[in-house]
């Protein structure tokens, strides 16, 4: 299976520009990555086809509002986490008392796991942007070293050593707010 790419910083800036054909084309081609996002953040299938396509209009609509066009990747990966909190954080207030009684264990679970992975997302967006980088193309994305590292123009170690540093950062970024959370609870 052929591993597709980001749109190019052409049809980027072309799209910024305005150009109608270009703007199509990066919708279109931002599409399966903004998917992938939206997968691995939404709590339900169809809370992620949701966040996708708000995410693909807010892309759509505002384009021109991004300030480099190498910053695509975590654009969008921002629009998609703060679309999939959103919608969580609506479907937890819109649940009726027979819905908690039934699921309640479940429901729990689900905030756990939703607020994890806002924490994951949280950490991974403070990224420097060549740290993020990589991490989003190896981690998220699931493309192989080689290839992120011709992607980027990296060297596989140099890939690799920003890739091992984008892992320490976000791991201790998570570190430090469970740390927090459980100092907040012991007072």
């Not at 995410?55 to 480099?68: C, F, N, P, T, V």
């Not at 207030?93 to 819905?99: C, L, V």
């Amino acid at each position: 299976m052929g591993e597709s790419r980001w749109p190019d910083e052409r049809l980027i800036v072309a799209a910024q520009g305005g150009d109608v054909d270009s703007i199509a084309a990066l919708v279109s081609g931002s599409h399966p990555h903004i998917q992938r996002f939206a997968h691995s953040l939404c709590a339900t299938a169809e809370d992620a086809e949701d966040a996708a396509q708000e995410a693909l209009i807010i892309l759509y609509r505002k384009i021109g509002m991004l300030r480099a066009s190498g910053a695509l990747a975590s654009w969008m990966f921002r629009i998609v986490r703060n679309e999939c909190l959103r919608r969580a954080r609506t479907s937890l207030s819109g649940r009726t008392p027979a819905q908690d009684t039934i699921s309640a264990a479940s429901a729990e679970d689900e905030v756990l796991r939703r607020l994890e992975a806002g924490r994951v997302a949280a950490a991974v967006a403070d990224l420097p942007a060549d740290q993020r980088s990589v991490l989003i193309m190896r981690d998220i994305q699931g493309y192989g070293g080689r290839m992120v590292a011709d992607a980027l123009g990296l060297s596989t170690t140099a890939m690799k050593s920003r890739l091992h540093r984008a892992r320490a950062t976000v791991r201790q970024a998570l570190q430090d707010t469970s740390d927090e959370a459980r100092g907040e609870n012991d007072e």
